[in-house]
């Protein structure tokens, strides 16, 4: 396994529609703090669900922290958490227990198959920009170079 060596600031949208949504989130976030120190977490949002049909109702929330973890050791962590927590992926935007996206990956941008930071929609995303404002609204996008504070009131503005 290789190891980054120095600590990298994450940032990490959670969500969940089905079963018991906040045991979901708060177990997965226990899971998240094995591998990244420091886990700043935002309060819980009750969002609709946005793209994906109809579906019950979206429990969300964003956590930052630090992480010696390579960007794709991330990646598989967090999928290997979903799977645990009884993920399936029928089809997409398919109800589920958990979803995990890797937002941020301190300043940099990663284009490689099925790892794409900053992930290509959370500048569109009100559910992962209110909560990830929260805990991080001066974080800079490294693709457009606006903070998440500045990405949120464009989407609240309707402009994006």
Do not use: C
Request: proline residues 8%.
């Amino acid at each position: 396994m290789t190891f980054a060596l120095d600590p990298v600031r994450v940032a990490i949208a959670l969500g969940s529609n089905l079963g018991d949504r906040e045991r979901y989130l708060r177990e997965a976030l226990a899971e998240l703090a094995f591998s990244i120190g420091d886990l700043r977490v935002s309060v819980f949002h009750e969002t609709d669900p946005v793209g994906v049909g109809y579906q019950p109702r979206f429990l969300n929330a964003a956590a930052t922290g630090l992480t010696g973890l390579p960007a794709r050791i991330l990646l598989d962590m967090l999928l290997d958490v979903e799977r645990r927590f009884g993920r399936e992926r029928p089809h997409p935007g398919a109800p589920r227990t958990l979803d995990l996206d890797l937002i941020l990956y301190g300043d940099r941008i990663i284009d490689e198959p099925e790892l794409n930071v900053p992930h290509p929609r959370f500048r569109d995303r009100r559910f992962v920009l209110e909560p990830l404002a929260e805990i991080a609204a001066d974080w800079v996008d490294p693709v457009t170079g606006q903070t998440v504070g500045e990405l949120l009131k464009q989407v609240v503005a309707g402009s994006r």
